[in-house]
Nanobody, 128 residues
Framework: QVHMMESGGGVVQTGGSLRLSCTASGFYMNEYTLCWFRQAPGTERKGVSCIAWISGRTYYTDSVKGRFTISRDHTKNILYLQMNSLNPEDTAMYYC?????????????????????YGQGTQVTVSS
């Protein structure tokens, strides 16, 4: 049974930091790309960052480059997103997701429908 669960969200002031975690099980992660998406109320789900589980290649959407860092722990099957210099525009529900589609990371981040599994999400709120 596939299971993905996010944690680490919360309320933080502008300029603060959070680290999100995503624990995953029930599928062979070596064959997957893992991504973080976010969705604010009334908006579409958007890809934030992706990592190829084996190679470690990464992708970041422009708005988070230099502020967010995606990483993974092979031994524990945990995906991370370190978020620094947060601002109110980062406020959203954050989801981890897994896809086994063989395409480039940017294409995956732009297409939430290409993902096989999603977690339940963790809320990030940045106050001004």
């Amino acid at each position: 049974q596939v299971h993905m669960m996010e944690s680490g969200g919360g309320v933080v002031q502008t300029g603060g930091s959070l680290r999100l975690s995503c624990t995953a099980s029930g599928f062979y992660m070596n064959e997957y790309t893992l991504c973080w998406f976010r969705q604010a109320p009334g908006t579409e789900r958007k890809g934030v960052s992706c990592i190829a589980w084996i190679s470690g290649r990464t992708y970041y959407t422009d708005s988070v480059k230099g502020r967010f860092t995606i990483s993974r722990d092979h031994t524990k099957n945990i995906l991370y997103l370190q978020m620094n210099s947060l601002n109110p525009e980062d406020t959203a529900m954050y989801y981890c997701a897994a896809s086994n589609r063989m395409t480039n990371l940017q294409a995956l981040a732009l297409n939430p429908d290409l993902f096989d599994y999603y977690g339940q999400g963790t809320q990030v709120t940045v106050s001004s």
